[in-house]
């Protein structure tokens, strides 16, 4: 497997001043030991530790809550999904150099895929320093926890959303409500759903959402808005 530095850095928005650092940050212990190359298996160890500082203290800086409340928070940001999810998106995974022997025996949900980011953590620590660490770390999983976050507000605002439209349709004698999935777009880790929302099978409104609650719900809020200003007439 040819290891390209250029697409690796371009991924991860950060060149690496030591290039063998960086192919390190990617090389399994398997393939490290097959081909006599130092693995990734420290680096995880110490990015680990560097990655939880960060997050600990961005919380500090920018979030509310108790001692409890900012540990729960940190548990969830730099616990293996979120890992992951940030090296899948990113892409990351594709370039993770593996022995002959674990190739086709690992799975997707191997823990070996999150700990890629455990060791380009390090990695780039000991190659740009703090602030490079820090960058990358808030703009992957901090981001992406603020953007869960987002969401399951907005999930918990669906029954809401959906029971008003409901209710109102069913006040007003109306007709029946429906909704119809029009398109899912985007990879599995990071999916985009539209939804038409029906009222007796004809579409009066549309919403979109990272799933497809949220679409109904949007599109839910906007069909009960058109009602409401005489849309139904």
């Given at each position: 497997m040819i290891f390209d530095t250029s697409i690796v850095e371009e991924k991860l928005g950060y060149s690496?001043?030591?290039?063998?650092?960086?192919r390190q940050c990617f090389t399994h212990s398997s393939y490290g030991y097959e081909h006599g190359q130092k693995d990734n298996e420290l680096l995880e160890f110490f990015g680990d530790s560097i990655m939880e500082f960060v997050v600990t203290e961005y919380l500090y800086k920018n979030a509310r809550g108790d001692e409890g409340d900012l540990t729960q928070i940190r548990a969830e940001i730099v616990s293996k999904t979120p890992l992951m999810r940030s090296?899948?998106?990113?892409?990351?995974?594709?370039?993770?150099?593996?022995?002959r022997g674990l190739k086709n025996r690992i799975t997707p949900e191997d823990k070996t895929w999150s700990s890629i980011y455990e060791a380009v953590v390090a990695g780039m620590y000991?190659?740009?320093?703090?602030?490079?660490?820090?960058?990358?770390?808030?703009?992957t999983i901090i981001a992406d926890y603020l953007e869960n976050a987002k969401n399951k507000k907005a999930v918990e605002n669906i029954g809401e959303a959906k029971n008003e439209f409901q209710e109102y349709v069913q006040k007003?004698?109306?007709?029946?409500?429906?909704?119809?999935?029009?398109?899912?777009?985007?990879?599995?880790?990071?999916?985009?759903f539209r939804v038409a929302a029906l009222?007796?099978?004809?579409?009066?409104?549309?919403?979109?959402?990272?799933?497809?609650?949220?679409?109904?719900?949007?599109?839910?809020?906007?069909?009960?808005?058109?009602?409401?200003?005489?849309?139904?007439?």
């Open positions: 690496f001043k030591d290039k063998i650092l960086l090296v899948k998106k990113l892409g990351l995974d594709e370039h993770l150099l593996l022995g000991f190659d740009g320093g703090l602030k490079e660490v820090k960058k990358f770390v808030e703009r007003t004698k109306i007709g029946s409500v429906g909704y119809e999935l029009l398109w899912k777009k985007g990879p599995d880790h990071s999916p985009k009222l007796n099978g004809k579409i009066i409104a549309e919403g979109e959402g990272a799933s497809k609650k949220i679409a109904e719900a949007q599109a839910a809020a906007k069909a009960l808005k058109i009602l409401k200003q005489g849309g139904n007439k």
